[in-house]
């Protein structure tokens, strides 16, 4: 099988030669791979399979000054302490869009690079990621204590805001599914580490009806919808199920029962993730990493539905001797075929 292959099969809930995998790294963490490894090409041989590309224009992202990224939507982002993120500078000052200006959704110069990369990809999943989709978009325009107060004392501009960036992604993913693309990850963290930082309500009033109409475009176009969203937002599996989400992602277990999950959710739902970042990478022996990772291999690939992954982008603290072993395994999987 091919890593698309094993993907697509992972996904009907049926078993594959070896489980489908994915790790991916933050930019110190890659950096520091890169030199243990001497090898600056290193992530190019880890039989990854899934591969994402955004729909942003060359002049999407511009550095203001050294460290600080200014993004399409007039957000500046303070990049010197996290590199691969930041922090936001909001730009919607009072709750109100009078003056604001969308980025356009239509201009091709978003989708140009997209064929390069799906001719490059051919043997892997191919997803387009589209990073803040709702609630982060919002808040990073607003400021997070200033958003979440907005969606109790000011809720009709929470509508036009959240309606207006649900509009901007639809047309991103009408015309960017059509070049070739398996799928969307949607990417939005609703929770903490105690729950949904919203709460289930918010969530069920703002949330939930446009990432329905986000899913049911990428369904409609025969593709497949993953979610990334940290914390611990389990009590709205069902709802994510009801609105056609395949795939959920982290999955982690800090904070989730991940083979209890595994099993409620069983032909309903997919999940790619469950490998410590926060105790198993950091803080165990090589050995223990091995061992863990073999089990969560074995529990949660049994008849299909899961992408092993650790769950987050590897970061800066995990010694590199972890980073190697959890390798070693998933990249010599016995075949079960």
């Given at each position: 099988?091919?890593?698309?292959?094993?993907?697509?099969h992972?996904?009907?809930?049926?078993?594959?030669?070896?489980?489908?995998?994915?790790?991916?790294?933050?930019?110190?963490?890659?950096?520091?791979?890169?030199?243990?490894?001497?090898?600056?090409?290193?992530?190019?041989?880890?039989?990854?399979?899934?591969?994402?590309?955004?729909?942003?224009?060359?002049?999407?992202?511009?550095?203001?000054?050294?460290?600080?990224?200014?993004?399409?939507w007039?957000?500046?982002?303070?990049?010197?302490?996290?590199?691969?993120?930041?922090?936001?500078?909001?730009?919607?000052?009072?709750?109100?869009?009078?003056?604001?200006?969308?980025?356009?959704?239509?201009?091709?110069?978003r989708?140009?690079?997209?064929?390069?990369?799906?001719?490059?990809?051919?043997?892997?999943?191919?997803?387009l990621?589209?990073?803040?989709?709702?609630?982060?978009?919002?808040?990073?325009?607003?400021?997070?204590?200033?958003?979440?107060?907005?969606?109790?004392m000011?809720?009709d501009?929470v509508?036009?805001?959240?309606?207006?960036?649900?509009?901007?992604?639809?047309e991103?993913?009408?015309?960017?599914?059509?070049?070739?693309?398996?799928?969307?990850?949607?990417?939005?963290?609703?929770?903490?580490?105690?729950?949904?930082?919203?709460?289930?309500?918010?969530?069920?009033?703002?949330i939930?009806?446009?990432?329905?109409?986000?899913?049911?475009?990428?369904?409609k176009?025969?593709?497949?919808?993953?979610?990334?969203?940290?914390?611990?937002?389990?009590?709205?599996?069902?709802?994510?199920?009801?609105?056609?989400?395949?795939?959920?992602?982290?999955?982690?277990?800090?904070?989730?029962?991940?083979?209890?999950?595994?099993?409620e959710?069983?032909?309903?739902?997919a999940?790619w993730?469950?490998?410590?970042?926060?105790?198993?990478?950091?803080?165990?022996?090589?050995?223990?990493?091995?061992r863990?990772?073999?089990?969560?291999?074995?529990?949660?690939?049994?008849?299909?539905?899961?992408?092993?992954?650790?769950?987050?982008?590897?970061?800066?603290?995990?010694?590199?001797?972890?980073?190697?072993?959890?390798?070693?395994?998933?990249?010599?999987?016995?075949?079960?075929?």
């Amino acid at each position: 099988m091919t890593p698309r292959e094993r993907v697509l099969h992972a996904l009907a809930f049926t078993v594959t030669d070896v489980v489908p995998y994915q790790v991916d790294f933050t930019i110190p963490a890659r950096e520091k791979m890169s030199a243990y490894f001497t090898d600056p090409g290193f992530l190019e041989k880890l039989g990854n399979h899934l591969a994402y590309v955004k729909a942003i224009p060359p002049s999407g992202l511009r550095e203001v000054a050294p460290g600080f990224v200014r993004d399409e939507w007039g957000v500046v982002w303070n990049r010197t302490i996290d590199p691969d993120i930041g922090n936001p500078t909001p730009v919607l000052l009072r709750p109100s869009l009078s003056g604001y200006r969308f980025p356009d959704p239509t201009d091709p110069l978003r989708y140009a690079h997209i064929p390069g990369f799906v001719e490059r990809h051919q043997g892997t999943f191919k997803l387009l990621r589209e990073t803040y989709t709702l609630f982060e978009r919002a808040w990073s325009l607003r400021g997070m204590e200033e958003f979440l107060s907005d969606m109790v004392m000011h809720q009709d501009f929470v509508e036009d805001l959240l309606d207006a960036i649900t509009s901007f992604h639809l047309e991103v993913i009408d015309r960017a599914l059509d070049l070739g693309l398996d799928g969307v990850l949607f990417g939005d963290d609703w929770g903490w580490q105690g729950g949904l930082i919203m709460g289930p309500k918010l969530w069920r009033k703002y949330i939930k009806p446009r990432m329905a109409e986000m899913i049911a475009l990428v369904r409609k176009k025969g593709k497949k919808a993953f979610l990334h969203c940290c914390g611990k937002v389990q009590e709205i599996f069902p709802d994510l199920v009801e609105i056609g989400l395949h795939v959920f992602n982290p999955f982690q277990p800090e904070v989730m029962d991940i083979f209890a999950l595994k099993e409620e959710y069983q032909g309903k739902l997919a999940f790619w993730g469950g490998i410590s970042i926060q105790r198993l990478l950091p803080f165990g022996t090589p050995e223990e990493v091995r061992r863990e990772t073999r089990r969560i291999l074995a529990r949660l690939g049994d008849g299909g539905g899961y992408i092993a992954a650790p769950s987050h982008a590897l970061p800066r603290d995990i010694p590199c001797e972890n980073i190697v072993a959890l390798l070693e395994v998933l990249m010599n999987q016995k075949s079960s075929g």
